[in-house]
């Protein structure tokens, strides 16, 4: 369901969907995954906002967390709930996180002395197990044609 700011949107039974905005749950309880958000795959459990003052303002990145829908999260159970959408587009939490990875000021790239040490070290690493292998393999199959060659078989490879 397409939505946008400050409409009510209804959950009815859904399964496996993705959230279209933030929404701020109203009425009902859902279960969520927000490993696109966080990195982490515990699915949590978001209920309903509870009675406030007039005077409380409304804190979604703090306080009332626990009620917010995310854009881009999956919503795991099928449930019934009635939310109020905060955010679109850009200007949900996913949406933040692409902006912030397409705009960074800072560029990524492996032309700079950092990754060349640890390309190094990765070298360096590799090539010492590569001998202590190749070492210990030596060792093992010379022991083996010297247990064969006393047992009276001759192996060839």
Not at 24 to 38: F, K, M, N, R, Y
Not at 134 to 157: D, N
Request: with cysteine; hydrophobic share 40%; net charge positive.
């Amino acid at each position: 369901m397409y939505c946008h700011k400050s409409l009510i949107l209804r959950y009815q039974d859904f399964n496996k969907q993705m959230s279209p905005a933030d929404i701020l749950l109203i009425q009902g309880t859902c279960t969520v995954d927000e490993a696109t958000l966080s990195g982490e795959s515990m699915s949590l459990s978001k209920k309903a906002i509870s009675c406030r003052k007039a005077t409380e303002r409304l804190k979604v990145d703090s306080a009332h967390k626990s009620s917010m829908l995310y854009g881009g999260t999956e919503l795991l159970e099928s449930c019934s709930c009635i939310g109020v959408v905060q955010r679109t587009g850009f200007g949900t939490s996913q949406g933040q996180v692409i902006r912030d990875m397409v705009f960074s000021p800072e560029k990524v790239s492996a032309n700079n002395l950092e990754s060349y040490l640890f390309m190094g070290s990765l070298m360096t690493f590799s090539m010492v197990i590569s001998r202590y292998v190749w070492v210990k393999g030596a060792v093992l199959i010379s022991s083996s044609l010297e247990r064969a060659h006393a047992m009276g078989r001759h192996l060839r490879f």
